[in-house]
Nanobody, 124 residues
Framework: QVQLVESGGGLVQAGGSLRLSCAAS????????MGWFRQAPGKEREFVAV????????NYADSVKDRFTISRDNGKNTVYLQMNSLKSEDTAVYYC?????????????????WGQGTQVTVSS
């Protein structure tokens, strides 16, 4: 069982930065791939970024590549999402989630555990 709690969301102007954190409980955190997803009003949940269990592999959605960076600290049971050059279209609720790495690691259905989400609002 893994419990996830996101933090760090808020209101920021376009072009600004935010850093999201996701703190995990449980001793198995370091065995899970950790992903970030987001969901805007009226839209489906979409993949943002993922990091493998030891942080050696990452994958990003094209829409955030070169602007967002995912990282993790297994000693602190925490995964981060550094978001730079934010755009109004990045406005959404951001969720972290845990999964076993596999070929469908960018799909929400792959993930076993989810946090409650944190709101990110980018004003233009």
């Amino acid at each position: 069982q893994v419990q996830l709690v996101e933090s760090g969301g808020g209101l920021v102007q376009a072009g600004g930065s935010l850093r999201l954190s996701c703190a995990a409980s449980g001793r198995t955190f370091s065995t899970y791939a950790m992903g970030w997803f987001r969901q805007a009003p009226g839209k489906e949940r979409e993949f943002v970024a993922v990091t493998s269990a030891k942080g050696l592999a990452t994958n990003y959605a094209d829409s955030v590549k070169d602007r967002f960076t995912i990282s993790r600290d297994n000693g602190k049971n925490t995964v981060y999402l550094q978001m730079n050059s934010l755009k109004s279209e990045d406005t959404a609720v951001y969720y972290c989630a845990a999964a076993r790495w596999g070929p469908r690691i960018t799909t929400p259905e792959t993930y076993d555990y989810w946090g409650q989400g944190t709101q990110v609002t980018v004003s233009s």
